[in-house]
Each structure stands twice: as structure tokens, then as C-alpha cells.
């Protein structure tokens, strides 16, 4: 899900003895956003809030104490923390402004604060103090195992050296630029295409509007304006072809899949951007759809989708949507004009109401002032037979995660068996494929809209996103309805390939199977690991535990894939923790290699920095791509392409078996996935 407000249209809606501090961490989340920040004991970290409902997860203490249940949060009262394991609380902010949360180790206590004044200090994150083992960059010997047999000739696919195996051991040095890394496969080995196995999956997230624009023409579709500010919240021009004429990039990378952000026809207008209203916010990333069956002007055309999935599979790179079905799209005044709503006081308003502004005095929210939300016109909207909005005839938001409004979004009724009809004006929607079904309910149609993508483009995947506000019987229609689509397209265009693949999004989910997995899932983000990067990043052996039991869930689990990342939309970019090309090429490494699938958002190859964001702070998130790069970027890039196709040429790092190999001087493991086989050693920082 991807917003951070909720416009007025739809607003009717004991003390520890003393334990050892490790780093610990304080994620701040809410139904759609999260945010980590290590909490330190020499300075509070300062967080800028908006009036919301939070949860607060404060991990990473060790020690033993006794554990603090049943509090509550009050501000500037010690609130008890627990050691060994989580301390999780809710948190509500009524008004908007700075919170400090100041940690004491010795209590071990977290204290939260208002600020009175607005924070200027920048927050800097503090490389993690671990330990580690040192390196002085002369060669180690690397005791193997059983992995590779005497005399077995093996390569270091970072330094391109080459070393023999002899008494189960190798010796080399690892080059200043790996990160104190040196990956060993045979250097005989066949440079044959590696059986596919989404175990292994290294899945490249293209905000589609913010990675390149390959056809200036469509910019401004549907009268989009730019707001000619810092452009926040406004279309950036990426579209499809701009996709498609950096394939060949993407691919450089051990790109298995292309995960586009959702590229259907979206709201033609803005809503107000942040809490204050200071941006107008547009549905450049894709989630606010208008219909599900067109192709958004902005992104493209249908040759556009069939030029891409065709010159990706010539690559070997899968495609990818972004299947949306919880909700749909904010009400806005282009769309209220353009299919003739009659909700809208006229008066002060231009000819096209797309190009409002806010006058002396008025913010961006200030167009819900010309809108009547106590109209019985309303019913010629979605209609509540659709949707559930909290506006006049319709029925109100619930508690329950299935019946709530996400971020203030009109709820499909998708748990309804009520036969229904489209409303009229996405019926009348120029060029939609939009018709009347008999005998369909509203899930009906979403999963037909949905699947009718693969069916005609031959799509190999969705991500799907706000997984657990929709019935699990949902996402088996659509996973079947998916997968026969898919064997259709094949069929009829002679084609072969691995059965049809989905990853969901469990807000909060981490590397484990869950019922989920028995709603249609192959697999689900795992929303850990980002968190996990920062002493990974710091020292490589940090990893160990983590990749031993992601590697044994894996062979346990051979149905589930947990989908591992390092930056997202919705959370934080790597780079923008440390600002730092070296802590970002170690974490490549860390996330590179561990078992199960990893997700690439565009830009961390390169170091990506964080975007002008106004008052909300995952607009940052939402950068342009960098095209033009430094020195350090070019050198961050190397090894980038250098690792991932490391990665896709030996499926056994995400799919194999995990093996620590006890050694002196080094953190060394293997993978293992039946031939396949390699060493990973790292020799320190």
C-alpha cells in the first residue's frame, strides 16, 4: 500500500536487572509504513510524526529481565523494555510534530517525548559496533570440507584468480574492492543457461514513472499538471518503453524477474499530499487505480506491454505485475469532471477542474472544499454495492483488516456474494474492457480483470499487494484463474516455462511459511531482513544465523519463498542509513547471497539517495533513477553485476543447502543444490 494520508472524501472514516544492550532498534509502523532507526544511549533519536495510530517494536536487547507486559505509553515516563525479545506498544500521536525516544541502557528503559521545536539536525545513523574479524589483505587459507574434491580448479568470481584445491584447503587474498569477500565456484564449470528456480529469483522492482522516460510524448496525460516546486507527488514521465530500452541494463544486474510497479489506468487527478496538505499528490506509483483493464496513458500502450514481455523473455527475465484488488482509488476533481459526478460546488472553479490550485490561505487539501460529501450523487460513484467508502448510502469502514479503509481507500466488497453490475462510468470509460457479466460478484470481476493481463500478454507473475485485507479465497480464484491464463497464452503461442508464480505482501511478514502459503502464495516479502543489513553490511559473518535458518526453513518449506530486500517504497533506502558506498556494497553482498529470493528496488546498485519528500517521508523513497554515475557509483555498480550474476549462475545460494565450514581466519559456508555447489568466504573488515 502506498499512502501516508487520508484525504477529507473519505475521512468519515518492571524494571529489567541489567541486561547487555546490542544495538538495539526501534521500528516505527503503521498499517502501511514502517521505519527503522537504531536507538542509541548518547543521544535521543528524533522522528518528525503525523497524527496516526502507530506501533512501536523496540528489538535487539540481550541479558536476561523480568518481562514488561500490560504498560502503557505515557510521554516523558520510562516505559519498561524486555530483553531476549520484543517489546511491542501502541502508540497514538495526536498532534503533529518532533518525538524523541531517548534509551537508557542501564535502566533499560525508553523514554518518548514532543519536542517543542522542530528538529534541523539530520539523523546519522551510527555504524553498528560489532565485532569482527580484522583483515590485512594477505592471502588465508580456506579450509573447504568435502565441498570440492583435491585438485578441483576453482575461481574467485570477484578477483577472477584461481587456486587448486589441496588437502580440502585453498589459499588466496581477498581484493580491497569485495568487501573482504571471495566467492569460489569450479573454474571449469560450464557456462550453461542454470536450471530457473525462483528459490534463487533475484527480482528487480521498477517504479515504473520514477526509472526512465522513454517516450516524452505522454507526460502529461489525462491534463496532469507538474507543480513546478520540488515535484513530489507529481508524474515524472517513466513509462514502459523507458522500461524496455534499459532491458539490457537490468539484465546486467542477474536479473531473474522484473517486478513493475501497477501500470493500469490510474486516477486522472491529485488528492492533497501529507498531513498539511503541501503537495499535490498524484498516482505516479500505481495504486490508486480508475480501471483495471487499461494501460495508464502516462505508462504507455498495450504494444508497449507486449514489446516488453517479449524482449525480456529473449533475455530470460520474467515479467512481473503489480495485482491490486483491496481497493480502489481516491475520488479526485479531474475524474469527478470528466465523468460528469455531480458532487462539486462550481463556483471559483476553472474550466478544467484538473489545473485547481490552492489560493492565499488554502493548501492542497483545500479542493475538498467544493465537494458535497453528504450527496446522494455519490451513489453514482463506485455505488455501495462496490465499495465500502463511509459516504452517504454506502457502508462504513469496519474494524477487521478485511473490512477496513486502508489509508482512507474505498474498501472492495470483495467478501460480498451479491451479484453486481460495473458502475456506468467505467462503463462508458473510453477504450475500457470493462462489461457487464452476468451472474458476477465483485471479486468476480477484479479476478477476471486481473488475469485477463497474463491471459493476453503472457505474463509470468503478480505481486500482490495489501495481502491480508482481502479473503484468503480470493487470492486462490485469483491464482488459479492466473495460472490457466497463463498455460492458455502458452499454448497458444507454442511457449514453455515455470508455472505461474505469486508473491504477496503481509504488511510485517518475515521468513517463515504461514497460511498464506495455503491461499495461492509461492511466496512473501520478508520484511526482516532490511533491518538484519545493518551489521551484516558492518561484518559479513554477522549473517550466519540468519542464513542458517532461512536456508533450513527453505529445505523444510519447499512450497515458500521468503522474498528478502534491502530498500522499498513503503520502508527506507539503504543508502540513505549510513550515506555510505562501502556499507552499501556490503549489504549487496549480504543480501546477494542469502537463501531464498531477493528483491532489488531500482537505484540501491547504484546508491540511490533519498528524494525530495515534503512532510511525508517515503515520497523520498520514490527518487528519480541515477543514469549518470560517479566514480564510486561505476565502482558500486561493478560489484553489484559482479555478485548478482555470481548469484543466478549457481541456483544453489538462494535454493541449496547452507553449511557453516569451521575455520580459523575466516567466515567461510557452503551451498549446496545437487552439483551445484560453492564457497563463500569472507575474511574480515
Known amino acids: 500500500m502506498k499512502s501516508q494520508f487520508v484525504p477529507n472524501a473519505i475521512m468519515l472514516a518492571t524494571l ?45 536487547i540481550d541479558g536476561s529481565c523480568e518481562v514488561a507486559d500490560n504498560q502503557k505509553v505515557k510521554f516523558r515516563r520510562p516505559l519498561n523494555l524486555n530483553c531476549g525479545e520484543d517489546t511491542v506498544l501502541p502508540l497514538k500521536i495526536r498532534f503533529k510534530g ?58 574467485d568470481a570477484l578477483s577472477g584468480q584461481t587456486v587448486k584445491v589441496a588437502n580440502n584447503s585453498v589459499t588466496l587474498a581477498a581484493t580491497k574492492q569485495s568487501g573482504g569477500l571471495v566467492l569460489l565456484e569450479p573454474a571449469s564449470q560450464q557456462q550453461m543457461e542454470p536450471e530457473f ?17 522513454g517516450d516524452a510524448s505522454n507526460d502529461h496525460s489525462y491534463r496532469r499538471q507538474k507543480d513546478h516546486q520540488q515535484e513530489v507527488g507529481t508524474f515524472h514521465g517513466g513509462d514502459l518503453k523507458g522500461v524496455i530500452a534499459k532491458l539490457d541494463y537490468i539484465k546486467s544486474l542477474g536479473t531473474d524477474a522484473i517486478w513493475l510497479s501497477p501500470i493500469v489506468e ?6 492533497g499530499g501529507g498531513e498539511s496538505g503541501s503537495f499535490p499528490f498524484y498516482s505516479y506509483h500505481g495504486y490508486w487505480t ?8 502516462n505508462f504507455g ?5 507486449r514489446t516488453l514481455v517479449a524482449e525480456a523473455h529473449k533475455r530470460g527475465i520474467k515479467i512481473l505485475l503489480d495485482a491490486v484488488i483491496n481497493h480502489a482509488g481516491y475520488s479526485t476533481l479531474a475524474d469527478m469532471q470528466f465523468d460528469n459526478l455531480e458532487v462539486v460546488d462550481r463556483n471559483g472553479m476553472t474550466d478544467s477542474w484538473a489545473k485547481w490550485k490552492p489560493q492565499s490561505g488554502q493548501n492542497w487539501h483545500s479542493y475538498n472544499d467544493h465537494i458535497d460529501y453528504q450527496s446522494d450523487q455519490w451513489v453514482n460513484w463506485w455505488g455501495p454495492d462496490w465499495v465500502r467508502a463511509g459516504l452517504p448510502g454506502y457502508s462504513q469502514p469496519g474494524s477487521s483488516d478485511t473490512t477496513m479503509n486502508l489509508a482512507g481507500l474505498p474498501d472492495f466488497l470483495t467478501e460480498s456474494s451479491k451479484v453486481v453490475i460495473p458502475p456506468q462510468w467505467l462503463l462508458n470509460n473510453p477504450d475500457t474492457r470493462v462489461v457487464a457479466k452476468e451472474g458476477y460478484t465483485v471479486a468476480d470481476y477484479l479476478v477476471e480483470w486481473q488475469s485477463d493481463w497474463v491471459k493476453r500478454f ?34 497458444e503461442n507454442d511457449q514453455q516455462g515455470a508455472p505461474f508464480w505469486m508473491m504477496g505482501e503481509v504488511w510485517g511478514h518475515s521468513a517463515y511459511r504461514s497460511p498464506y502459503a495455503d491461499q495461492g502464495f509461492d511466496a512473501l516479502i520478508n520484511f526482516d531482513m532490511q533491518k538484519k543489513l545493518d551489521k551484516g553490511a558492518t561484518c559479513f559473518s554477522q549473517m550466519q544465523d540468519l542464513y542458517q535458518n532461512y536456508s533450513d526453513s527453505i529445505q523444510l518449506t519447499p512450497d515458500f519463498t521468503p522474498v528478502s530486500y534491502m530498500s522499498s517504497h513503503d520502508t527506507e533506502l539503504f543508502f540513505n542509513r549510513f550515506k555510505s558506498f562501502d556499507m552499501q556494497r556490503n549489504a549487496a553482498n549480504a543480501l546477494l547471497l542469502s537463501p531464498g529470493a531477493v528483491q532489488i528496488y531500482y537505484g540501491d546498485e547504484v546508491g540511490r539517495e533519498l528524494g525530495p519528500y515534503a512532510d511525508d517521508f517515503h515520497q523520498g523513497t520514490r527518487s528519480d533513477m541515477v543514469w549518470k554515475l ?11 553485476q559482479t555478485v548478482g550474476k555470481f548469484r543466478q549462475n549457481h541456483p544453489a545460494i538462494g535454493a541449496g543447502v547452507h553449511k557453516q565450514i569451521d575455520n580459523k581466519d575466516a567466515y567461510v559456508f557452503s551451498r549446496t543444490l545437487g552439483q551445484d555447489k560453492v564457497v563463500v568466504a569472507y575474511m574480515g573488515r
Not at 197 to 213: E, G, L, S
Not at 266 to 271: E, L, N, P, S
Open 16 to 60: 529489567c536487572s541489567l541486561p547487555v544492550a546490542a544495538s538495539p532498534n526501534l521500528t516505527i509502523s503503521t498499517t502501511t509504513t514502517s521505519r527503522d532507526v537504531p536507538l542509541s544511549a548518547t543521544e535521543p533519536a528524533v522522528l518528525t510524526l503525523s497524527k496516526d495510530n502507530y506501533q512501536i517494536t523496540i528489538s535487539g
Open 98 to 155: 518532533d518525538y524523541s525516544f531517548n534509551f537508557d541502557p542501564q535502566l533499560n528503559t525508553l523514554i518518548i517525548a514532543r519536542e517543542a521545536k522542530k528538529s534541523t539536525k539530520t539523523f546519522s545513523r551510527p555504524i553498528p559496533d560489532v565485532q569482527c574479524q580484522q583483515y590485512a589483505g594477505d592471502p588465508v587459507t580456506i579450509k573447504l570440507g568435502d565441498t570440492f574434491a583435491d585438485g578441483t580448479v576453482l575461481r
Open 197 to 213: 528456480t525462483y528459490h534463487n529469483a533475484n527480482i528487480y522492482f521498477v517504479m515504473v514513472d520514477r526509472f526512465n522516460n
Open 266 to 271: 490510474q486516477v486522472h487527478g491529485f488528492v
Open 290 to 297: 480508475r480501471d483495471f483493464t487499461k494501460i495508464d496513458q
Open 301 to 305: 500502450n498495450e504494444e508497449d506491454l
Open 458 to 491: 503472457g505474463i509470468d507473475g503478480f505481486r500482490v499487494d495489501t495481502v491480508k485485507h482481502v479473503e484468503g479465497d480470493v487470492w486462490l480464484k485469483l491464482k488459479q484463474a492466473a495460472s490457466d491464463s497463463l498455460k492458455a497464452w502458452r499454448a
Open 630 to 640: 560517479d566514480k564510486d557509483r561505476e565502482q558500486l555498480l561493478s560489484h553489484w
